[in-house]
Every structure is written in structure tokens, then in C-alpha cells.
């Protein structure tokens, strides 16, 4: 790992069935950042388009394709990625994080690099500045990001293009959420975190892979992290819902007794009032015992390794 050391900056990107569209980007890298930097190309179990290290070689780029033995996802491949980083390249005082179909644009990478300086920031996240998106896309989008703040009291306003320093890498890498939700494993860090305004890029081939099934479920998980604040959050919500059905079925009594209820209305009044009770307070219980198992239970450490197939780098002529 020699070719490595010599760069203190290192860009980890996730591919999975888009070589042609990663000879642009490695080009666009080279371009944009000259031979500064060493490219860590995690090959997500691809099949049809198998990624080659030598198309990081023709771009006159150093680097490694790490190929994974099946198709973990696109967040497990980035946590691979960074977790090898980690471990191999004790020199890399900087990490980007970017995907590799073009919409994060390598020419915004220096804009990331500079805001990273200051001392009082561990992390530089990209911002969308504007987006090549569908109207509808933008919609679900904005309901997404009002229901994580709801239900986590976090905002999350950005993705998987950021830069890192060192510590924060290793930080990261410690933290088992990293390989569920890069973006929620960066707000439940409590590193300190810069936000720096960027345009989002149209891609450079194909079509994405990523449907509006693939979007929620992402979005699931980005809540899976904050599953202990979520359940507080719904179980404070149903005591709530169950309290008012108290004091609405009190009520319903006291208008009975006073005669002001019109003739059927008090029974059902009455009986929907107590289903909601009781279904409320039966959530209530279950979201109270559910906080108690997610507090209480502990995660095995997942060893990165375990998923690489091969490692090929660029100026070797070999795999590892």
C-alpha cells in the first residue's frame, strides 16, 4: 500500500454495475485533483460490468478496486470502504465519500477539502444547492425529510458525498450504525459537522438503479439509528391519544347524565372512545418494552474483511 501513503487525501466510491459510467468519473477526478489523491473503488458484487483497477490506471490515477463477494448494498459498501481505509492507510488525514454516477460532481470535491480546514470541523457534508430530480421525486423527498424530523427530532438534509478527517474516520468506523446509514451514523456521531452548498449532477450513464421501494427503505433505515428516540417519540404519542380518550369519554358521560346526548350517540361515542384507549395504551406498552430491548441490546462488530473477495491496485499487476 506504498502508492497509498503518498497521498493524503483518499476518495472511497461504491460501484455496482456502472463501469462506463466510472471511466468519466475517474477522469473527471483526475482532472479536477491532478494525481493528489488515491481512489478506493469498493465493486458492489457486480456481475454484468465488473469493475477493473485499470480503468483508475487510465485515467493516471493511484488507487485499488476492492471487489466484494455479493451485493451488500450501497451503505455496507461504503462502510467496507471506509472501514479498509482505516485500517490500511494509517496517513490519510482525509477522506471523501462519494458516489459514483456522476450527480456528486468531482469538481466540487475541493470546495469540501477547503471547508474541511478549521480545527472546530470534523466533517464537511454536501448540501444540495440544486437538483436534477422529477417533481415528484423533490415531493417525497420534502415528506421524508419533514417525517425524520418528527418522528427523530433530527434534520437530515444531506447524503454520502462528505469529506472527513482522520479522526472522524476513525470514529466512524467504531460505530456499527455506519454500516445501516452513513448519513444517520454522521448526525449521531456528534462530530462536528459543516454544511457546504453544492449542485447536484445529472448522471453520467445509464439509468439509476435505485427505485422508489430502494428510496423508503433507505429512508427506514436512516430511522433504524435513531430507533430509541423514535419509539419514545411514538409512545409519548399514543399516552397522548389514549389521555384524550379518557377525558372525551368522560365527557360523553357527563353529557349523558345531563341528558344533552341525543338518543345512540352516547354508546357509540362510548365504544369508539375505549377502542382508542385501548389500542393506544396497548401501543404505549409495547413501544415502552420495545425502547427497553433496543437500550439493552448490544451489536456484534462486523469484520470488513470477511466481505472482500479481492483487492486489486493499481501498479501491482497482482490481487490480493
Same mark, same amino acid.
Given at each position: 500500500m506504498s502508492a497509498a501513503t503518498e497521498h493524503p487525501t483518499v476518495i472511497v466510491t461504491p460501484v455496482f454495475e456502472d463501469a462506463q459510467a466510472c471511466t468519466r468519473l475517474f477522469r473527471e477526478i483526475a482532472a479536477s485533483l491532478g494525481g493528489n489523491v488515491f481512489v478506493v473503488a469498493v465493486d458492489d458484487g *457486480? =456481475?454484468?460490468?465488473p469493475l477493473d483497477v485499470e480503468l483508475i490506471e487510465a485515467a493516471d490515477l493511484d488507487g485499488v478496486v476492492i471487489t466484494l463477494r455479493r451485493n451488500v448494498g450501497h451503505q455496507r459498501a461504503i462502510a467496507i470502504g471506509l472501514s479498509y481505509v482505516a485500517d490500511q492507510f494509517p496517513n490519510a488525514q482525509r477522506v471523501v465519500v462519494m458516489d459514483s454516477d456522476g450527480e456528486d460532481l468531482p469538481a466540487s470535491i475541493p470546495s469540501l477539502l477547503r471547508a474541511l480546514e478549521p480545527d472546530a470541523v470534523d466533517v464537511v457534508v454536501a448540501e444540495r444547492r440544486s437538483r436534477v430530480e422529477t417533481r415528484r421525486f423533490r415531493a417525497f423527498y420534502a415528506v421524508y425529510k419533514w417525517l425524520f424530523r418528527l418522528l427523530s427530532g433530527h434534520a437530515i438534509s444531506f447524503g454520502n458525498f462528505m469529506a472527513l478527517k482522520r479522526p472522524a474516520l476513525q470514529r466512524l468506523v467504531s460505530m456499527q450504525e455506519l454500516w445501516i446509514h452513513v448519513a444517520g451514523c454522521v448526525l449521531i456521531s456528534r462530530l462536528r459537522v459543516?454544511?457546504?452548498a453544492l449542485d447536484r449532477g445529472p448522471r453520467y450513464a445509464g439509468r439509476s438503479k435505485m427505485n422508489f421501494v430502494g428510496l423508503a427503505l433507505h429512508g427506514f433505515r436512516g430511522l433504524m439509528i435513531f430507533a430509541e428516540d423514535v419509539l419514545v417519540r411514538v409512545g409519548m404519542a399514543c399516552a397522548l391519544i389514549a389521555t384524550l380518550s379518557v377525558v372525551g369519554g368522560a365527557a360523553a358521560v357527563v353529557l349523558k347524565v345531563l341528558n344533552f %346526548?341525543?338518543? !345512540?350517540?352516547? *354508546? =357509540? %361515542?362510548? !365504544?369508539?372512545l375505549l377502542l382508542v384507549f385501548l389500542q393506544t395504551g396497548t401501543l404505549t406498552l409495547m413501544t415502552l418494552m420495545l425502547t427497553g430491548v433496543v437500550k439493552g441490546s448490544t451489536v456484534a462488530a462486523v469484520d470488513y474483511q470477511s466481505f472482500i473477495a479481492r483487492v486489486s491496485i493499481t501498479g501491482a499487476g497482482k490481487a490480493d
Open positions: *457486480s =456481475v454484468r460490468q459543516e454544511k457546504c %346526548a341525543t338518543p !345512540g350517540w352516547f *354508546s =357509540v %361515542a362510548l !365504544g369508539i
